[in-house]
Structure formats: structure tokens, C-alpha cells
């Protein structure tokens, strides 16, 4: 148990280092290419910049002279610190269930998975028909991990993420000698597996971007 609690503490800290990070480079370029877009926008072919040091005319002036320009600075400001928030804990959640599965496997996550389904089992008398009743279940599972105190928010953040992306299409639910359960663990495993060391690379696509309409601006004058 004190393993496990150091493991997952020196884990969560790593997380947090590595989120801050991300979430501080976008918003330290975001800040820039904003500023430095604006600046662009507001001055004149001759270099002269309007003479008001008021945002609003600056705007209104900028929006009526450049409207594609400005359409882009705005959706510079609006876009890119929630785009970088939403790529940063991506990765972060990518990044954490890749090293827990890594290091934990068989001591952590596969434990907690036959804890799981076998208490739903022992507790199940009911035969799953369809498709409705196996989605109501389905349910009542990745609940009973969201909520179970006794484990790791991080690996019950995993287990839940991989249960929903189970499908069950393929089952034949007339066959009454299948066990929903087990076809559901099995599943789960197998998009336990699937998961990889993510990429950074949609954080640098964005960056980039950011760059490139800062460039446009620059270069053109509509």
C-alpha cells in the first residue's frame, strides 16, 4: 500500500509539472502573437498608428480596414488558451494511463478490474436481451469505478475511460451462454492495451498556427 502511494504521489506530481508547462508555453505565445498581432493591426501603411489609446476605436478601425485580419486576432484570443488547455489534459490523461500500465498492470489495474466485474457478477441475476440492457449496465460499471474511494482517482479515471469506449455491437445477445461480464472485461483490456505513448505533436500544430495567422497578418493587408 505505502508502494502504491508513493508511486501514484510521485506520479501526480509529474503531471502537474508537465501540465504547467504546456498550459505556460501556450499561454506565454498566446500572449505574444496577441499583442504583436494587434500592434500589427493598428498601424497604418505608413507606419503611423491611429492616434486613439482607446481598445474600442482601435478595433472598430482595424475591423473596418481589415476585416480577415482582425476576424483572425479574434480568433486567436478566443481559441487558442481553451484549444491548449483541452490538448494539454489530453495528454496529460493519455501520458498517466500509458505509465500506469506500463509499471502497474498486473499489480493495480488488471486486480481492480476482476474486483469489479466480479462483484457485479456475484450480485447480477439478470439476462442481458439487448442492446438497452447491456448500455443500463454498462452504466452502473463505470459508475461503481468513478465512485469507489478505496482506489486511485488516476486508475479509476483510466478504467472509466477505457469502459466507455466498449462497444458491443458485435455480440450475439440471443446466445444465453455468453457472460456480459466477461466479454466486457475482456474488451476493456483490450482497450487498455490499445493505449499509447502519446504525442506532443497537436500541441506544436497549434503553436505553429498561431505563428502562421501572425504571419499572415503581417504579410498581407486584407
Known amino acids: 500500500m505505502k508502494e502504491h502511494f508513493t508511486y501514484f504521489a510521485k506520479l501526480s506530481l509529474k503531471i502537474l509539472i508537465t501540465f504547467i508547462k504546456i498550459n505556460l508555453l501556450g499561454f506565454i505565445s498566446t500572449i505574444s502573437v496577441i499583442i504583436i498581432e494587434f ?4 498601424t497604418q501603411g505608413d507606419g503611423a498608428t491611429t492616434n486613439s489609446f482607446s481598445f474600442i476605436p482601435d478595433f472598430v478601425y482595424n ?15 478566443f481559441t487558442s488558451t481553451v484549444t491548449f488547455f483541452i490538448l494539454g489534459n489530453n495528454y496529460i490523461i493519455s501520458k498517466v494511463a500509458h505509465q500506469i500500465l506500463t509499471d502497474k498492470s498486473e499489480s493495480l489495474v488488471y486486480p481492480f478490474l476482476d474486483k469489479v466485474f466480479l462483484r ?22 463505470i459508475q461503481s469505478v468513478q465512485e469507489d474511494q478505496n482506489e486511485n482517482k488516476w486508475l479509476r479515471r483510466i478504467i472509466a475511460f477505457a469502459m466507455k469506449r466498449v462497444k458491443l455491437d458485435d455480440v450475439d445477445f440471443k446466445n444465453k451462454n455468453q457472460d456480459f461480464y466477461d466479454i466486457f472485461k475482456t474488451k476493456t483490456i483490450q482497450n487498455l492495451k490499445e493505449i499509447t505513448e502519446p504525442s506532443k505533436m497537436p500541441i506544436w500544430i497549434t503553436l505553429a498556427i498561431q505563428w502562421l495567422i501572425l504571419i499572415l497578418i503581417w504579410k498581407t493587408n486584407y
Open 63 to 77: 475591423f473596418w480596414h481589415r476585416p480577415i485580419g482582425t476576424s483572425l486576432w479574434l480568433l486567436t484570443c
Open 39 to 42: 500592434s500589427i493591426l493598428s
Open 120 to 141: 457485479f457478477k456475484n450480485n447480477s441475476h439478470h439476462v442481458f436481451k439487448n442492446i438497452g440492457d447491456y448500455s443500463v449496465d454498462k452504466i452502473r460499471v
